[in-house]
Structure formats: C-alpha cells, structure tokens
C-alpha cells in the first residue's frame, strides 16, 4: 500500500480561505498591501497555479539538490580551479554576488508579503514555498561567495553592496524595493514572478551559467544552474494573477508589466550587458548581450504577454534602439568611475574584441571607438590619471543610472540627450524618455533624491572624490581598477594620437 | 585622483562581522544582515519617498515599534538553522510520517476508529487546517516585517512548518473522508470552522491577530500567546486524548508535529530574552501584549476543549484543559522571563 497521490487530497491543503466575522475583510487584505483594485474580491476564488508541489515533495526534491550543490563546491575546494580564473570573469562574478545575493533575500521579502496578503489561500501556500526557495537561493549565494573573501577582498561585497550608498546598489534599491518587497502582492506577482522570474532572470542565469562553464567556473556554474531549477515553481504565481488582472483591469495590467519591464531592462543592461560584451574572454562568448535579449527577451517575453492579451510596450521602439547602446554607454561609465565599483572592469577594447564588438552592433565604432581612442591614447602617453573621474555623472531621476544614452539625430550624428520634467519647483532629469514617462505616473512612490541631488544637497562632505567614495562605502582595498591596461591598449601603441589630455601644470597654462 | 595601493592583510570573513576574533559560523555567514532595509545611516526602509505608503507602513510598525534594540544583528537562532539544514530535517521528519501514514493505511485503522473519537477528528483535527493556515499568514507577516534577517529567517522557516501542519491534516482529512465518506468529513470542516460555537473564540483570535499590524505585536500575540496555548490543546491534549481512545496514528502524527512547535518556542524565547537584555522597556511592552492577547486565548482554549470533553469517548474534562493550556503557556512564559533575572 502506498500514500494516497496529491491530486487525491492537494485540494483541501488549498482550500483555506474563510469569510471572517470578527474584523472587516479590507482589514485582513487592505488594499495597498493586497492591491485588489479593480478586480472584485471573488474573482480570486479562480486563482490556480499551474505547478503543484507539496510540502513532503519540497523538502525532499531541496535536500537531494542541497546535498548536489555543496557536494561539487566541497569538491572543487580543494582544486585551485579560482587562481586560475580569468580577471574579466572573475569581476563578473563578483558583480554577481555583490548584485544579486541581497535581491534574492529581497525577493525572500516578497514571497513572505504574497504569503500574507495574497488574495487566495493556495496563492499564499506557494509563495510559503517561494520566501524557502528565495532564502535558499540568497544563502547559498552568499556562502559562494563568501568562500573568496579571503582571496580578494572585493568579495567582502557579496554581503556588503546593498547596505552602502554606492550608486550601483541605490540603483538596484530603487528598482527592487519597487517591484519586490514594497508594492501591492498583485503588482508583486506580476513584477517578480513573472517580469522577473520568468523574463529577465534568464539572462543572468542561463547565459552566466553558460559563460562560467566556457570560462572554466565549474563551480559558480554550478550554483547559479541549481537555483534556476527552483524557479519554475515559485515564478507560477505570476500567471494566474495576471490572468485575473487582465480579465477585471487590464489597462492596469499593461502599466505593471511595462514599468517593471523597463526598470528590469535597464538594471540588466547595466549588470549583465558588460558582463557578456566586455569581461567574459572573447574566446568563451556564446552571444552577444543583445543576440542574448532576442532570444530570451524579445521573443520569449513578448509572445508570454501576447498570449494574456497584452500589447508590446508602448516604449518598444526605444527599447529596442537601446539594445544597441544602454550597455556600451552604462560599461564605459563603470569603467570610467571604477574607483565607485566592488570588482575591476576590464574595458576591453583591443583590436580583436572591437572587430567582434563591430560584427556585434554595426554602430559600435561610430559611437564610442572615438572615446575608447581617446583613453587608449592617454594610457599609452602614460597618462592614466587623466582617465580617473574628478566629478560624478549626471544620474537618471528614475532608475538613477547615468544618464548617458546616445541617440541618433537626424544628422547622423550620436548625442546624449537629456529628458527633462519641472515638478514641484523642481527640474528632474532622465536618461530616456521612458524613465520620465514611469516617473511620472509612479511620482508618489518614486520622487526621491539620486546621490547628485544629495551631492548638490551638502549631504555629502566633503565635496569632492574623496567624500563621495567614503559616502559611498568604498574602501581603498576595493575601489575597482582595471585588471590590465596593456591587455587592451598595446595593440595601439605608437599610433598618432590625438585627444590627449595635458599634464595639470600645462594645462594651466594654457 | 589615484587609486591606493591594495591593503596586504587578507580577510577571514565578511567586513560586516568587524574585526572579530572568532569565525563565524555557517549560520551567521549566511543569516547576517541580509535584510537591506535594515540596514544602518538609512532614511527610510525603502529607497523611495520617505513618505510613499511602503515607507510608512514599516517607520510605524517596524521602525516605531515599541519593542527597539541597539542591533537587532545581535540575536542568533538557538538552532541556528539553516535553509540546507532545514529541508534536511525536515524531509527526514517527512519520510518518518510517511512511512507511519503508509504502515496505518495498511492496517486499515481507520475503520477501526471509535465513534467518538471520529467525532473529535471531524469537529477538530480536520477543522484546524483553517486555523493553522491564519498561524502560517502571520508568522509570514513577522517574518516579513522583522528588524533583522536573524528573525526573519526563524519566522520563515515557521511559516513553512505551518504549511507542514497544515498538509498533513489535509492529508489525514482526505484518508478519513474515504474510510467514512458518510461522516461529513472532508465536507463539513469550513462549516464547522465558521459556525460551530466551540470553534469561534479560537477564530475571533486569529482573525484579531492577523490585524496586530505593530511587528512586535504580532510576534507576541502568535508566538508567545496564541500558539503556545492552542498547540497544548491541538498537539499535546489532542494527542493525549487520542491515545486514551485508541487513535494511535493521531497520537503519532501529533507528536511528529510537536518538534516544530517547540522548535518556535526555542527561538521565540531567546528573542524575548534578547529584547529586554537589549532594552529595559521593551518587557513592559511585551507584558502588555502578553496581557491583552491572554484572555482571548484561554477564551479560545476552553472552547475547544468542550470539544475534547464532549465528542471523544473517553474524553478530558473542558475546565481541564483550558487550565491546561493556560499552565502551558504560563510555564513558558516563566521560562522566557525568569532567564532574563
């Protein structure tokens, strides 16, 4: 005799919603936390995940991928597989713990929120599971990265990066606090689960976990491969949420998917853009950042939202425009302020990488060889110093990036514009059209100060570099720098130069 | 500027633990500060408008709490438990009541069941998946809400012990409802759970403690009040009660059960305990919650204890295991506070 199957009795673990009579049910699930709108209150009822587990089968299916994971890291311990790891791809792995252990534990957040507030009792039944899979993923992350702390200290980070002020991190606060663990559990299931989860997750998942193979990381590749399998199953809250939401208020629908949409793509081009097109040795890249979004993104996502009866965002053409800059623009950034950042860009520039980057994203050369000439010729006259930030980038009001996206005139020529907004007195700046649009509408949550505005504010003391790397949290061992200027400068040694900025006692002169 | 010479001394740890002699364990490794809208020098949880509603929520529950530490980063597990080591003992547990579930099943006993005592699992055992998944809402809401990933973590790993609880009376509320499909079970139980007079005070409880929005509160009035009396009469009178009228698998099952809840109890002990070691005030505010949620769970206890005395055969007196219960909790709470002098 064996145990009855789940489909047998699954249905009362499911079954554990009442109408209360001792406080009002708006007390229970108020609004802002449960986020009904719209939707009338019984059309939850309907609400059916696709992927079943029990509490018996969790446990058991996470302890055997538990024992697997620590089993191949105790192993490759004792291997010294790390010291001969390449520099670019061991700066994107410490971009990755540094950016991404803390979010899952912001997404452990999230599923705890769902598991109170959500709107029917099997919804909150899997987000119980979703907070364990969440803790899972944001400890084990964790501990990986721990493991190196003594190597380099730049790892110190993998714990360290969200509670500083370094504007990567406020960058990710904004993004992740808003689609994570502040909304309503209605936006939640469908920015976190499925945005996120079922979208743009894949990106640094799949196309890490290949790059970390190629580039020898069995042990990284390892971890991030078993956390995917988890996400098939929390990531289904997200359907049968939007479901309801695009049969009672789809128009809300459409605003939820598009905003976490943009924020994501924006976050991602900046963690995972540079991480793909210029730190992962040329000889390990599968695809390119852009080659990666079509497949996953582009096509995946957008049929997905098709499918609920959604349209393509209305910022799609922008978007689309942005695959072929966003990254480039955002990786020159990082490497230019690398005294602000917890790994050591490589810039990857030399002959052979432009020529793939050229094959890439035809307009590549015409936007930033130029600039990219310009710093390889200060660094072959010697000149580094010149190639160090004095100030700070202007940063986008809303997803607080620089704002450094070029745009082509009608000229041909390639500027960075400024999308402006006055509110409130005040000017704000975005780096797209798009982040203004989303400000705009999310004013009331979003309306706070970047670290410009607390610069310019006096928050900041004292104004200048050295301040903003102690506000930021940066500490001489960690400041970023490049791993290895001659690996992409000395293809161009004894060229003419031009641009060459002038020593600081002749430029005074003149 | 120039970027300084890289620091020779390598770390042993994370720069969050300071300049500390001792290594720190897995646990700490993996549990500290992880929570970043705890973290220090902040404006507001949220990197947001210090005025957005999120914003608000947490400087009134969380942040202006009456319970308030120095570092809430101080406090650490008893069991200091992981989430490897958690599904690890808890898919032990798991195939342990598997294979007592597989072993009952082939006995047949449940057609074997006493009348009474298959009253009892159909006015309470079945019926209690409702009220235990309310426990599983607030514990979640704590955890959501905890001043540090230290509570968080503890509070996760409790909610999810109350899926577990909840899944197995499912599980049971199924296998009794194919033994007896003329009994009501398996159809009756929101019913019950709704209506039926001995059931209301213990639900008027937890739809009260759903609202405990204060975090501290909510701590207090699930893991110091409510669940350690109502466990003393679903878990350890329940099972007494079962075993004197020969429902062994229930007298089982519960005992299983009894590890998770003591388990809570461990850590939300040492949280008292760390509480007012770090603040004087904060057992006022504890001892006041404590005395506003008590009458509502002893009311609640003696109405399920009409339960234990009227429907099984050999029942337990109602007047007895309301005090049951209440000394239960008291006990408890005596060891909670008496650590602390």
């Known amino acids: ?117 959500g709107l029917n009792g099997a919804w909150r039944n899997m987000a119980t599971f979703g907070q364990l899979d969440e803790l899972r993923h944001s400890q ?322 004292p104004m200048d570099v050295s301040g903003i790397l102690g506000y930021m949290g940066l500490t001489p061992d960690v400041m970023g720098d490049d791993p290895d200027y001659a690996a992409w400068t000395k293809d161009y040694v004894g060229r003419s130069a031009t641009g060459l900025a002038l020593a600081p006692a002749e430029s005074e002169e003149s | 500027m120039t970027v300084p010479a890289k620091k020779p001394r390598p770390r042993r740890t994370f720069s969050a633990f300071g300049d500390v002699r001792r290594m720190p364990s897995e646990y700490e490794v993996m549990t500290h500060a992880q929570n970043w809208t705890t973290r220090s020098n902040r404006l507001a949880a949220f990197e947001q408008n210090p005025s957005s509603p999120a914003n608000l929520w947490f400087l009134t529950y969380r942040e202006n709490s009456p319970l308030q530490a120095e570092d809430w980063e101080q406090f650490r597990d008893p069991d200091s438990l992981t989430y490897r080591a958690y599904v690890s003992m808890q898919a032990d547990a798991e195939a342990k009541t598997g294979g007592v579930l597989e072993e009952y099943a082939e006995a047949e006993a449940d057609r074997a069941l006493l009348p009474g005592q298959l009253a009892l699992l159909r006015c309470l055992y079945t019926p209690s998946r409702y009220l235990v998944h309310g426990c599983q809402q607030i514990e979640a809401y704590v955890g959501y809400m905890a001043p540090t990933s230290y509570i968080t973590n503890a509070a996760g790993f409790a909610a999810a012990d109350f899926l577990r609880r909840v899944t197995l009376t499912a599980y049971r509320t199924r296998e009794l409802q194919l033994a007896h499909p003329d009994s009501g079970i398996g159809e009756s139980e929101r019913r019950i759970w709704e209506t039926d007079g001995s059931w209301q005070p213990a639900r008027r409880a937890i739809e009260k403690a759903l609202i405990a929005y204060d975090w501290g509160e909510a701590f207090t009035a699930l893991n110091l009040v409510l669940a350690p009396t109502l466990d003393d009469v679903l878990i350890r009178q329940f099972r007494e009660v079962s075993r004197d009228n020969g429902d062994q698998l229930s007298w089982l099952l519960a005992s299983f059960l009894q590890a998770d809840s003591d388990r809570r109890n461990r850590w939300s002990a040492a949280l008292v305990s760390f509480c007012v070691e770090q603040q004087p005030g904060n057992e006022e505010a504890l001892r006041r919650w404590i005395r506003r949620w008590t009458p509502i769970a002893d009311e609640a206890a003696a109405g399920l204890g009409g339960l234990l005395q009227t429907r099984p055969e050999r029942g337990h007196d109602a007047s007895q295991v309301a005090a049951g219960a209440r000394a239960a909790r008291e006990a408890f709470h005596a060891r909670v506070f008496e650590g602390l002098r």
């Open chain 1, 1 to 117: 005799m064996s145990l009855l199957r789940r489909e047998e009795w699954q249905h009362f673990v499911r079954d554990v919603d009442w109408a209360f009579s001792y406080v009002d049910d708006e007390a229970v699930y108020p609004e802002w936390h449960s986020g009904t709108g719209k939707v009338p209150r019984e059309a939850w009822l309907k609400w059916e995940e696709d992927y079943k587990v029990t509490y018996p089968e969790y446990v058991a299916t996470q302890r055997e991928k538990e024992s697997a994971a620590y089993a191949v890291k105790a192993a490759l311990q004792r291997s010294s597989s790390f010291d001969t790891l390449d520099e670019g791809w061991k700066s994107s792995t410490k971009m990755h713990f540094g950016g991404i252990a803390l979010v899952e534990y912001a997404a452990m957040l999230g599923e705890l929120k769902m598991a109170r507030f």
């Open chain 1, 140 to 461: 084990i992350t964790t501990f990986f990265g721990h493991e190196f702390v003594g190597k380099d200290p730049q790892y110190d980070w993998t714990q360290k990066t969200f509670h500083t002020n370094c504007w990567v991190p406020i960058s990710l606060r904004n993004l992740f606090d808003g689609m994570m663990i502040a909304p309503n559990v209605v936006d939640l299931a469908i920015e976190l689960p499925f945005t996120f989860e079922t979208g743009f997750t894949n990106l640094q998942f799949v196309a890490l976990s290949a790059d970390a193979l190629q580039s020898g990381d069995v042990n990284f590749a390892n971890m991030i491969s078993s956390i995917q399998t988890d996400e098939a199953r929390h990531s289904q809250q997200g359907g049968p949420t939007l479901e309801i939401l695009v049969e009672h208020d789809p128009v809300r629908a459409q605003w939820v998917i598009e905003k976490s949409f943009w924020g994501s793509a924006r976050a991602f081009a900046a963690l995972t853009g540079p991480a793909m097109d210029y730190y992962t040795p040329l000889e390990h890249r599968k695809q390119s950042y852009r080659e990666f979004m079509e497949e996953w993104i582009i096509d995946q996502y957008i049929r997905t939202i098709q499918d609920y009866g959604l349209k393509k965002p209305w910022f799609w053409d922008e978007f689309m425009r942005g695959l072929d800059t966003w990254h480039h623009a955002l990786h020159m950034g990082l490497w230019f302020w690398r005294p602000t950042i917890w790994w050591r860009p490589k810039a990857g520039v030399s002959k052979d990488e432009r020529e793939w980057l050229r094959e890439k994203y035809p307009n590549w050369e015409g936007v930033y060889g130029d600039k990219w000439d310009v710093i390889i010729d200060n660094i072959n006259a010697n000149n580094v110093e010149a190639t160090l930030p004095e100030t700070l980038p202007w940063l986008c009001n809303m997803c607080h990036l620089p704002a450094c996206n070029p745009t082509q005139s009608r000229d041909g020529s390639w500027r960075v514009r400024d999308w402006s907004l006055k509110y409130d007195g005040k000017t704000h700046h975005f780096c797209t059209n798009a982040c203004r649009q989303i400000w705009w509408k999310d004013r009331d949550n979003v309306n706070h100060e970047t670290v410009i505005d607390r610069f310019l504010a006096g928050q900041i003391q």
